[in-house]
């Protein structure tokens, strides 16, 4: 079976600092062998940007296309992903 993780995991993930919370965050990527596709910033505000809003996949293979989308809806951008299996 493929596995699609998505949405807002509050955890920076393009934080340069190493903080418990993302170090447990990374071992749970690792521990179930996630690809973690997004890696553009996905909230923006005017002091802060930050890779929160993630997509994880078990057989990244399988995927055709994935990124962020800016809405200007949303202090979040949203975020995208396809797949290249037919069913």
């Known amino acids: 079976y493929e596995t699609i993780l998505l949405g807002d995991f509050n955890t920076n993930v393009s934080c340069s600092n190493v903080c418990p919370v ?3 965050f990374r071992n749970f ?5 996630f690809t ?6 996905t909230r923006v505000c005017s002091s802060t940007s930050t890779t ?3 997509i994880m996949v078990s057989d990244p293979d399988k995927i055709s296309q994935s990124g962020v989308i800016d809405t200007s809806l949303s202090d979040h951008n949203m975020i995208l992903v396809s797949s290249n299996r037919i069913p």
Request: aromatic share 6%.
């Open 22 to 24: 993302l170090t447990a």
């Open 29 to 33: 990527i690792d521990m179930f062998s």
């Open 36 to 41: 973690q596709l997004i890696h553009n910033c």
């Open 52 to 54: 929160i809003d993630l």
